[in-house]
């Protein structure tokens, strides 16, 4: 074991057009150097209600049970499910892409029943599939779907799934880890029960952190369980009474992060919702305009594309490899791979909060029309810049 | 919904001198503003890779799955339980205090026989019960015991349990929340088969991941589970993938805080630790001859002190929430206050980490020596400065 000296961070600096983390304000950075206070301060107790103020304001909904779960977006999902699940019961999951097939991992975990509504990776789930599982089904009591597929950047309409599930009696879940800050969601409106999201893309915070938010409905399933939640860090029963006015201490919060969380959350409602939605669906236009116009495809089909993250067809021919390791290295521009049935065949781009800019747009393009002809496909010159700044005026 | 505006954050400058998070050196908190890198960025590969080689460092172990599992403390033992355990198993818990308690609750979670040794609040476990629980129940998979109890200071001495649970084919489980870094710890030596620990404690970073340790035996009994691991998030099967050579996604991790992690581990490495370890012995010993020259009680008896978190008996008629109120609201320092039959009984005082100083010591008797007189106790005058003062000189 070698008393290697290891030397300060100095990591390169990238712009992270990746599926996540993206790049944050520097107004949160310099909110992760307030001083730390203790979990049951009362000054960080304060800090603690603004901040789910303002979480339930970003998730348009008045649910009590509005918090962040200490751990990254992943714990979000399995918090959401693991709370409702008991052994036996029968869930529907919409399988179209890498995130749904990990609900299907997690429910089955907790014992559910897993029934897979299934689609082609890049295309959206019709409404259609979910009523047949539902009609066959008996007893459904949790329709799972996932609104901003990170893994395909499709954008999945939620209102007709709340409205199919309730009609047959269950609740609908949905993850909007991708959309949340950057699309808009409507919780209460849409009667979406459950919802999780993480903090590193839209919202503009380090990874660390996922808002969840449980409707009435789910409330009453979680309070009416007949086997304790089988996830002891993720138990809302208990993280509800530290959070809620009793103040029970369960686990050690993890204070910067809520700092952090607290400061992206007040920069996204200063830009305001809406404002911010608008901004991401520019942006993202705007993108999508220039590579269409280099002569690249896209994946997701319009009308169902999450402007968070857009999905870049690879050309035949082009090494996904040597074009990502060359944006990296020589621009220090991170995108991200395709997962699974889509490793070599897509770039995940996300223009998310923050980076969500037409300065970042230009600059991937600019990168793209110099790294392409290595790989012998050749863009019109100039053409992706030109359709972005025409999308950009419109 | 009000669209209340949230003002920025501004909260009172704390000394946290309770049972955690305490304070942390301005180097962490200058980590934490480094630019954030992708979950797959061969720099970040790197730093995760520094950051794990100084964690082997500080657990004296050569153990290969050495990560930070991404949550507080409470996910670091839930990590360290629910890959070993399957149901069924018969598991050993040590409770003389709320943490042993809490292992017991997660361990039924996954499906364990739980087989109590208890003792008293405040007092160590005699490795006699041990031995004895070991021999009454046939084939216990794991013994778990917690090393420093946060909730009484008591240290609970390792080497022996160990023996005696390979003796019987058991592994041994040790809870380091509160030792790691200010207590020695010696994985390796002593033969720990499993240890987690914090990182807001005696690390000196803020809280939000969970160091954890498998060695051989439990990476053996891992790899042989006859069912998946239970909990999706803290499955080491596929973290081991994330941070070992495969480099696999599993989720995305805290990016800053393992940022303030590695920056803390230097800062720990550099002063090194067998020199931290005395400074914590010098300092809780001084604040211990403080407190019983002013004529107060110390909980944990003589030779199983944790040095880092010290419990100090409230004397009778000295009400604890105007004592611990007047501190934090009058000196803006934080104690804490007993945890379930210690509750309103003792005061947990740590000096951990960053905060392990003289001056810290000198703080908080002085603001002790101002505030009990209120409640009718009255300490000699001067008396717990001055028998500090020679505790440090000596």
Same mark, same amino acid.
């Given at each position: 074991? @070698?008393?290697?000296?290891?030397?300060?961070?100095?990591?390169?600096?990238?712009?992270?057009?990746?599926?996540?983390?993206?790049?944050?304000?520097?107004?949160?950075?310099? =909110?992760?150097?307030?001083? /730390?206070? #203790?979990?049951?301060?009362?000054?960080?107790?304060?800090?603690?209600?603004?901040?789910?103020?303002?979480?339930?304001?970003?998730?348009?909904?008045?649910?009590?049970?509005?918090?962040?779960?200490?751990?990254?977006?992943?714990?979000?999902?399995?918090? =959401?499910?693991?709370?409702?699940?008991?052994?036996?019961?029968?869930?529907?999951?919409?399988?179209?892409?890498?995130?749904?097939?990990?609900?299907?991992?997690?429910?089955?975990?907790?014992?559910?029943?897993?029934?897979?509504?299934?689609?082609? +990776?890049?295309?959206? /789930?019709?409404? =259609?599939?979910?009523?047949?599982?539902?009609?066959?089904?008996?007893?459904?009591?949790?329709?799972?779907?996932?609104?901003?597929?990170?893994?395909?950047?499709?954008?999945?309409?939620?209102?007709?799934?709340?409205?199919?599930?309730?009609?047959?009696?269950?609740?609908?879940?949905?993850?909007?880890?991708? @959309?949340?800050?950057?699309?808009?969601?409507?919780?209460?409106?849409?009667?979406?029960?459950?919802?999780?999201?993480?903090?590193?893309?839209?919202?503009?915070?380090?990874? #660390?952190?996922?808002?969840?938010?449980?409707?009435?409905?789910?409330?009453?399933?979680?309070?009416?369980?007949?086997?304790?939640? $089988?996830?002891?860090?993720?138990?809302?029963?208990?993280?509800?009474?530290? +959070?809620?006015?009793?103040?029970?201490?369960?686990?050690?919060?993890?204070?910067?992060?809520?700092?952090? !969380?607290?400061?992206?959350?007040?920069v996204v409602l200063e830009e305001g919702?809406?404002?911010?939605?608008?901004?991401?669906?520019?942006?993202? @236009?705007?993108?999508?305009?220039?590579?269409?116009?280099?002569?690249?495809?896209?994946?997701?089909?319009?009308?169902?594309?999450?402007?968070? !993250?857009?999905?870049?067809?690879?050309?035949?021919?082009?090494?996904?490899?040597?074009?990502?390791?060359?944006?990296?290295?020589?621009?220090?521009?991170?995108? #991200?791979?395709? &997962?699974?049935?889509?490793?070599?065949?897509? +770039?995940?781009?996300?223009?998310?909060?923050?980076?969500?800019?037409?300065?970042?747009?230009?600059?991937?393009?600019? $990168?793209?029309?110099? &790294? &392409?002809?290595?790989?012998?496909?050749?863009p019109p010159p100039g053409a992706g810049?030109?359709?972005?700044?025409?999308?950009?005026?419109?």
């Amino acid at each position: 074991m @070698s008393e290697r000296i290891v030397g300060e961070l100095n990591p390169p600096e990238r712009i992270l057009l990746g599926p996540g983390p993206a790049n944050i304000p520097p107004r949160v950075h310099k =909110a992760m150097t307030t001083p /730390l206070l #203790g979990h049951l301060d009362p000054a960080f107790l304060a800090i603690m209600d603004e901040t789910v103020h303002m979480l339930r304001l970003v998730f348009k909904t008045a649910n009590k049970l509005t918090i962040p779960v200490s751990g990254t977006g992943s714990a979000g999902m399995e918090a =959401a499910l693991c709370n409702v699940i008991e052994p036996g019961d029968t869930v529907v999951v919409g399988v179209k892409g890498y995130f749904g097939e990990r609900i299907t991992d997690m429910a089955a975990r907790y014992g559910a029943k897993v029934v897979r509504v299934e689609g082609e +990776w890049g295309k959206p /789930l019709a409404p =259609a599939q979910f009523k047949a599982a539902l009609e066959k089904e008996k007893n459904v009591k949790l329709v799972a779907v996932v609104h901003a597929e990170t893994s395909t950047g499709i954008l999945q309409p939620l209102p007709e799934l709340a409205r199919l599930a309730h009609d047959h009696g269950a609740m609908l879940l949905a993850d909007t880890v991708t @959309s949340l800050g950057g699309v808009d969601v409507r919780i209460d409106e849409w009667g979406v029960d459950i919802a999780y999201s993480g903090t590193q893309k839209c919202i503009g915070s380090p990874p #660390g952190l996922a808002p969840i938010t449980f409707g009435p409905r789910a409330l009453e399933v979680l309070r009416n369980r007949k086997s304790k939640v $089988a996830n002891w860090y993720l138990d809302l029963t208990m993280l509800d009474r530290y +959070w809620g006015a009793e103040r029970t201490y369960h686990h050690t919060a993890p204070i910067t992060m809520i700092y952090a !969380l607290h400061e992206a959350l007040r920069v996204v409602l200063e830009e305001g919702l809406e404002q911010r939605f608008a901004r991401h669906q520019k942006v993202a @236009s705007a993108f999508r305009a220039g590579v269409e116009a280099m002569g690249l495809g896209l994946l997701a089909p319009e009308g169902f594309r999450a402007n968070p !993250l857009t999905t870049v067809k690879i050309p035949q021919g082009v090494d996904d490899m040597a074009i990502r390791g060359a944006l990296l290295n020589e621009y220090n521009i991170e995108v #991200g791979g395709g &997962l699974g049935p889509l490793k070599g065949k897509v +770039w995940r781009v996300g223009l998310m909060g923050y980076n969500a800019t037409s300065k970042n747009v230009f600059t991937l393009l600019s $990168a793209l029309e110099q &790294l &392409l002809p290595r790989q012998g496909f050749k863009p019109p010159p100039g053409a992706g810049l030109a359709a972005a700044q025409k999308a950009l005026s419109a």
